[in-house]
């Protein structure tokens, strides 16, 4: 049986980011029936990482790519990430240090953006041992807690930053 068939059926209202139960902080609504589960492996040569490494790039001030459209990424993103979104990576490449590595993410392991993206810079020659995939996305990264922070606009170039 295919997984799609196991899974839940779609709810009316899909909520992609997990959000607080109202009164609540240390709880989180969860909509499990959106997207298509995304494989652990997105491409070869490229490694799954878990949040243990993105906090570790946070602290060293690590390339932490949010993947994910703009309209998500200004409601929440990962502190210390920047926005190049997957329908744009090809033309903001430029924004990205290939001789360091990059960290992709995006809504979460149903989340197609962040793969779509690797597999876009993958096609036009960005090295596969400096993209790093974090599979978790926001949809692991609040569920476990993690601190959050909305995103802003660069007025510079069009990308945006936490």
Known sequence: MDIKEKRVPKSNKVQMIPKPVLNNPTRVEVDTTWG????MQVAEGVQTVDELTVSRF?????QIIDARTADF????????S?????????????????TRPAIFFCNGPQCPQ????IRTLLKNGYPADKILYYRGG???WITLGLPV??????????VFFF
């Open 36 to 39: 298509e589960i995304q494989p």
């Open 58 to 62: 946070q602290d060293l001030g690590g």
């Open 138 to 140: 926001m949809h692991c």
């Open 73 to 80: 990424f200004v409601e929440t993103t990962i502190p210390g």
């Open 82 to 98: 920047v926005n190049l979104p997957h329908d744009r990576i090809a033309e903001l490449k430029d924004h990205l240090d290939e």
């Open 114 to 117: 962040s793969p779509k993206a």
């Open 149 to 158: 922070v909305k995103g802003k606009k660069s007025k510079q170039s069009n």
